[in-house]
């Protein structure tokens, strides 16, 4: 929160909640647009970086930037405020400032800074059964989905492309998890897959840690279903070819369906 010049209070931890109260109140009324831009604010960490901040605030905003407005208004609410801030005189900053805290203005980013899985905010509402549908969660020594364990690291790379992981779960730590994984049922995979190397698929018997920012309480116990499709020489990243995707997903389908993976199919199906 910021101060006026009368000492008033200008906004408040609340702000944010308020913000996504009202977009989650009339998400129907929300442009399309203004929200696939929100879900890709991928370099919106950048706003993290004061220097960055400062040489780009006027003709760049890396963020997407909302506000508790009702009625589906939230993103053009808070674009006019911004806007007022950055074109305001010396003589207008105070009530610039008004706006901004009066509609308790936030930087929205892309979710993945956080929890790319969307477990933890699952599990944050309340969820004691939960289905992970993850591609790759254990390759490499840092993974999104090895994330959710203790022990992992609490800073990941650097902004605008850094990570904050907040764990949420206290048992299995991190490297159990990660051998617990290891040690799945895993599919057939067709001689001719080019992309798909592995379907794996199991459940890992959890049990939270107190985490405040996922809402998350010490104790309770997550019967957390993992399905992990492992691939090879494609991603989500910009320079992959998306014409490959049609063939993994070609490559997924004809794994499931073969015949040497029916009982493992039925057993899917079953669990999930």
């Given at each position: 929160?910021?101060?006026?010049?009368?000492?008033?209070?200008?906004?408040?931890?609340?702000?944010?909640?308020?913000?996504?109260?009202?977009?989650?109140?009339?998400?129907?009324?929300?442009?399309?647009?203004?929200?696939?831009?929100?879900?890709?604010?991928?370099?919106?960490?950048?706003?993290?970086?004061?220097?960055?901040?400062?040489?780009?605030?006027?003709?760049?905003?890396?963020?997407?930037?909302?506000?508790?407005?009702?009625?589906?208004?939230?993103?053009?609410?808070?674009?006019?405020?911004?806007?007022?801030?950055?074109?305001?005189?010396?003589s207008k900053h105070e009530e610039?400032?008004?706006?901004?805290?009066?509609?308790?203005?936030?930087?929205?980013?892309?979710?993945?800074?956080?929890?790319?899985?969307?477990?933890?905010?699952?599990?944050?509402?309340?969820?004691?059964?939960?289905?992970?549908?993850?591609?790759?969660?254990?390759?490499?020594?840092?993974?999104?989905?090895?994330?959710?364990?203790?022990?992992a690291p609490k800073k990941v790379?650097?902004?605008?492309?850094?990570?904050?992981?907040?764990?949420?779960?206290?048992?299995?730590?991190?490297?159990?998890?990660?051998?617990?994984?290891?040690?799945?049922?895993?599919?057939?995979?067709?001689?001719?897959?080019?992309?798909?190397?592995?379907?794996a698929f199991g459940t890992i018997?959890?049990?939270?840690?107190?985490?405040?920012?996922?809402?998350?309480?010490?104790?309770?116990?997550?019967?957390?279903?993992?399905?992990?499709?492992?691939?090879?020489?494609?991603?989500?990243?910009?320079?992959?070819?998306?014409?490959?995707?049609?063939?993994?997903?070609?490559?997924?389908?004809?794994?499931?369906?073969?015949?040497?993976?029916?009982?493992?199919?039925?057993?899917?199906?079953?669990?999930?």
């Amino acid at each position: 929160g910021g101060v006026s010049a009368d000492g008033s209070e200008l906004g408040s931890k609340a702000s944010g909640a308020e913000a996504l109260l009202a977009m989650a109140r009339d998400a129907g009324q929300l442009p399309v647009a203004y929200v696939a831009g929100a879900s890709s604010a991928a370099i919106g960490g950048a706003q993290l970086i004061r220097g960055l901040t400062e040489l780009t605030g006027n003709c760049l905003v890396p963020s997407s930037l909302v506000s508790s407005a009702p009625a589906g208004a939230s993103f053009d609410a808070a674009g006019e405020a911004f806007d007022m801030a950055h074109r305001a005189d010396a003589s207008k900053h105070e009530e610039a400032m008004e706006m901004l805290a009066s509609r308790s203005v936030q930087a929205m980013l892309d979710a993945g800074y956080t929890d790319n899985t969307g477990v933890a905010w699952a599990v944050g509402s309340g969820a004691t059964e939960v289905l992970a549908v993850l591609n790759n969660p254990t390759d490499g020594v840092f993974t999104n989905f090895l994330a959710l364990f203790a022990g992992a690291p609490k800073k990941v790379g650097f902004p605008p492309l850094g990570q904050l992981p907040s764990p949420i779960f206290a048992e299995p730590r991190i490297h159990a998890a990660r051998q617990i994984y290891s040690g799945f049922p895993r599919l057939s995979i067709p001689a001719n897959a080019l992309h798909l190397k592995a379907i794996a698929f199991g459940t890992i018997i959890a049990t939270t840690m107190d985490e405040m920012w996922f809402n998350v309480t010490a104790g309770k116990q997550v019967r957390l279903h993992v399905l992990g499709v492992e691939t090879d020489n494609i991603t989500m990243a910009a320079t992959s070819d998306y014409y490959s995707y049609g063939r993994l997903v070609g490559e997924i389908i004809d794994a499931l369906v073969a015949p040497s993976n029916s009982e493992a199919a039925k057993t899917i199906l079953d669990m999930f």
